[in-house]
C-alpha cells in the first residue's frame, strides 16, 4: 500500500468542474463574463444558495418542504411592512427572519408529534399559506414604494461589482459546511437520515433532531427571502410561491439523496449555481420562460436517478442477461 | 385478552363516521346560511363540481394505498386538456381529439410508473419532477394559446342532468366507484395493494409481481386523469394552461381526508368518496356565499392538516398494531 492518497474525484468534485465548464463556455460564447453579467448571476444565485443549504439539511433526515417558498412570502411581507411602519434594520431583519423560523418550526412540530409525513404537511401549509396571502393581507400583501431604507443593503456592491448578498451567501455557506462536517450535530443529522433505528440506539432522539433542523432550515428560508426581497423596492408575497422546485432541485442536482442520510452542503451550493447557470443558458439561447418547468422537472428526474443509480451493478446485471441469452 | 373488555366511546367512531357527521354539519351550516342550497339542482350540482376530481381521487386511492403519492394529477389533466384543444383545433375530429386525450393522459401515468416501479426513485420525487415536466409540456404545446369553440357533443359528456337535476358525473363517479370498491375491499388486487403499503417485500416473497401491481395503478391513474380532462373540457368548453392547477391539491386532500394513510396499508375508497362529496360541499357552499378561491384553498388546507392531526391522535388511541389488512 502507497502512503500517498489516490486523488478521487468526488460527486462535488464532478459537479464543480461542471460548473466551472459551464462558467467558461457562458463567458465565451455570450457576454456573460460582462461586469453586469456576473453581478446579476451572483445577486439570483445568493438566495438560492441559501435556500438550498436549508432544504438540504431537511432532505439529509428524509423529510422536505414543499412551503419553503410561500414561507418566503411571509418573511418578505413581514420585512415590508415592518419597513413602511418605519422599523429600522436592526427590527425588521431579524424579526422577518424569526417569522420564517416559526412558520418552519411549525411544520416540524406537526410532523414530530404527530407523526404525519412532512411532505402532506407542508402540502397542506403551501396551500395555507398561499390563501392567507390573499384572503387576509391588505392588497394580497402588496407593498410598494419601500424606499433605500429597505433597498440599500440588496443594491450595495462591494469593489463595484460583489453584492452584499452573495458575501451573506457564502458566509452562511461556509459556516454549515463547516457544522455539517465538523459538529456533532451534523453527525446526528446524518445518522436520522440514515438510519433511524440505529441512531435512536445510539442514544439519538431523531424527533428533537428534526424539529431542530426544521428550525434551522426556517432561519435560513428567512434569509435567503430577504436576500431576494431587499433587492427590491416593493414586496409581494405571491412572488415567492413555486420557488421551492428550485431551492429542492438545487439540493437534489447536488447529490443529497432523496432517501435521506447522505449529501454535502457544497454539493447543494454548487447545486444552486448550476440551476442558475442552466436558466442563463437557456435565456440566452433564446429560450421562452415556460420551458423552464420542464427543464427543472427534468434536472430533478436526471439528478435523482444518478444518485439513485448504482451503475456497478447495472453491469453485473448486463452481464448476467447476456450470459443468460446465450 | 378478554373479548369482553370495555371500548371507550371514541373506539366507535370510526373514520367513517366522523366524516359523515362532518359532511351532515358541513350541508347543515351552509343550508341554513344560504337555503338556497338544499334546493336539489342547486344541491346536486356539487357532483358536477366534482366530478373531475373525484375521478382522479378514486384513482389515487389505489396509489396512496401502496404508500406512494402522485403530487400532479392536476397537471396531468392540464396537458391532456391541452392535447385535446390542439387536436380538435387542427383536425376538428372529435373521436381523435378524445382518444388523443386518454392516451396522452395514460402515457403520463406510466411515464411516472414506469420510473417509480423500474428505479428507486421515490414516487414523491418522481411526481414532484414529472408535475413541473407536464405543466411545462402543456405550456410548450399551447404557447399563449387557448383551444375553444368545442362541439356541442363534448359538453353533453358533462352537462347532462339526468331527471332535471341529477349531474351525469354523479353516474360517472358511483359506476367508478362501485368498481374500485369491489377491487379494493374483495380483490386480491385491493388485497396485494394494502399489503404493499405495510410490507412490500412480504408481497414479493408471497410471489406477487409487485412491479407490475405499481406500473398499472400509476398508468390507471393517468388513464383517469385523461377521462377527467374530457370531462373538465365538457364543463367549461376551453383548454387553458390554468386549467387544473388547483387541482394537485384538492385531489390529494380528497383522499387523505377520507383516511387513506400516507403511510400506505390501510385506506378506504368509501372514505375517498365522502372526502370527494365534502370537497364539493365546500366548494359549491363558498361559491354560493360569494367567497373567493383564496378562502377555499386556506379553508381546504386547514381542514386537511386538522383532519391529519385528527387522524393521527386516533391511530394512537387504537395502537398501530390492531390495524386490519
Known amino acids: 500500500m502507497s502512503l500517498i492518497k489516490k486523488p478521487k474525484l468526488t460527486r462535488e468534485g464532478l459537479l464543480a468542474i461542471i460548473v466551472a465548464a459551464f462558467i467558461l463556455f457562458l463567458s465565451l460564447t455570450t457576454n456573460f463574463s460582462s461586469k453586469s453579467g456576473i453581478y446579476s448571476f451572483m445577486l439570483d444565485v445568493s438566495p438560492t444558495m441559501v435556500a438550498a443549504i436549508g432544504l438540504s439539511m431537511i432532505i439529509f433526515t428524509g423529510n422536505i418542504d414543499i412551503s419553503a417558498g410561500t414561507i418566503s412570502g411571509f418573511v418578505a411581507y413581514t420585512a415590508g411592512a415592518l419597513v413602511k411602519a418605519g422599523a429600522p434594520m436592526i427590527i425588521f431583519v431579524p424579526a422577518a427572519i424569526l417569522v420564517g423560523t416559526l412558520l418552519a418550526g411549525l411544520n416540524g412540530y406537526l410532523t414530530v408529534k404527530f407523526k404525519v409525513p412532512s411532505i402532506v404537511v407542508t402540502l397542506a401549509m403551501n396551500m395555507v399559506h398561499v390563501g392567507f396571502y390573499a384572503t387576509f393581507l391588505p392588497q394580497s400583501g402588496w407593498i410598494e414604494n419601500l424606499g433605500p431604507r429597505f433597498t440599500w443593503f440588496g443594491r450595495a456592491r462591494l469593489f463595484g461589482i460583489i453584492p452584499y448578498t452573495f458575501l451573506v451567501a457564502v458566509v452562511v455557506a461556509a459556516i454549515f459546511i463547516f457544522i455539517m462536517a465538523y459538529s456533532k450535530f451534523g453527525k446526528k443529522l446524518y445518522a436520522v437520515g440514515g438510519n433511524v433505528q440505529s441512531a435512536v440506539y445510539s442514544g439519538i432522539n431523531p424527533d428533537r433532531i428534526v424539529i431542530k433542523v426544521f428550525f434551522i432550515e426556517g432561519f435560513l428560508i428567512g434569509i435567503s427571502a430577504l436576500l431576494r426581497a431587499l433587492t427590491r423596492n416593493e414586496v409581494m408575497p405571491s412572488m415567492f410561491i413555486g420557488r421551492e422546485l428550485f431551492f429542492i432541485s438545487a439540493a437534489l442536482v447536488g447529490g443529497v439523496s432523496i432517501f435521506g442520510g447522505s449529501g454535502k452542503i457544497t454539493g447543494a451550493v454548487l447545486g444552486a449555481m448550476f440551476v442558475y447557470l442552466i436558466t442563463i443558458a437557456m435565456i440566452y439561447l433564446g429560450f421562452q420562460d415556460y420551458y423552464q418547468f420542464a427543464l427543472q422537472g427534468i434536472i430533478i428526474l436526471i439528478a435523482v436517478f444518478i444518485t439513485v443509480a448504482d451503475f456497478s451493478n447495472w453491469k453485473k446485471k448486463r452481464l448476467k442477461a447476456s450470459e443468460g441469452a446465450v | ?325
Request: glycine content about 12%; aromatic content about 12%.
Open chain 2, 1 to 325: 385478552m378478554s373479548t369482553f373488555k370495555k371500548k371507550s366511546f371514541t373506539s366507535y367512531l370510526s373514520h367513517q363516521t366522523i366524516l359523515v357527521i362532518a359532511l351532515f354539519v358541513v350541508v347543515m351550516i351552509f343550508g341554513i346560511i344560504e337555503p338556497v342550497f338544499f334546493k336539489p339542482r342547486v344541491f346536486f350540482d356539487v357532483f358536477a363540481i366534482v366530478g373531475e376530481i373525484g375521478l382522479m381521487a378514486l384513482g389515487l386511492t389505489f396509489v396512496i394505498t401502496t404508500g406512494g403519492i402522485d403530487l400532479g394529477v392536476g397537471y396531468n389533466l392540464q396537458m391532456s386538456g391541452i392535447v385535446f384543444g390542439l387536436t380538435w383545433a387542427t383536425t376538428q375530429n372529435l373521436a381523435l381529439a378524445i382518444a388523443f386525450t386518454l392516451v396522452t393522459g395514460t402515457l403520463g401515468g406510466f411515464f411516472n410508473g414506469l420510473i417509480i416501479s423500474r428505479t428507486r426513485i421515490p414516487s414523491l420525487v418522481t411526481t414532484l419532477a414529472t408535475m413541473y415536466l407536464y405543466r411545462g409540456l402543456s405550456m410548450i404545446i399551447a404557447g399563449s394559446n387557448n383551444y375553444a369553440g368545442f362541439p356541442d357533443v363534448l359538453q353533453k359528456i358533462s352537462t347532462t342532468r339526468l331527471f332535471g337535476f341529477l349531474p351525469v358525473q354523479f353516474i360517472y363517479l358511483l359506476v367508478l366507484f362501485f368498481i374500485l370498491d369491489f377491487i379494493y375491499e374483495r380483490g386480491v388486487l385491493g388485497r396485494n395493494l394494502k399489503g404493499m403499503g405495510f410490507n412490500e417485500n412480504a408481497v414479493i416473497y408471497s410471489g406477487v409481481n409487485t412491479k407490475k401491481i405499481l406500473l398499472g395503478i400509476y398508468t390507471f391513474l393517468g388513464l383517469l386523469c385523461g377521462m377527467a380532462a374530457i370531462v373538465y373540457l365538457g364543463r367549461f368548453s376551453a383548454a387553458k394552461t390554468s386549467m387544473g392547477d388547483n387541482m394537485n391539491f384538492e385531489v390529494i386532500t380528497a383522499v387523505l381526508l377520507g383516511g387513506t394513510s400516507t403511510m400506505g396499508g390501510i385506506g378506504s375508497m368509501r372514505g375517498t368518496l365522502i372526502g370527494i362529496i365534502i370537497i364539493g360541499v365546500l366548494k359549491k357552499g363558498f361559491s354560493l356565499l360569494n367567497f373567493s378561491g383564496n378562502i377555499y384553498n386556506f379553508t381546504l388546507g386547514l381542514i386537511l392538516i386538522l383532519s391529519l392531526l385528527l387522524f393521527s391522535v386516533m391511530e394512537e388511541k387504537k395502537k398501530v398494531s390492531s390495524r386490519k389488512i
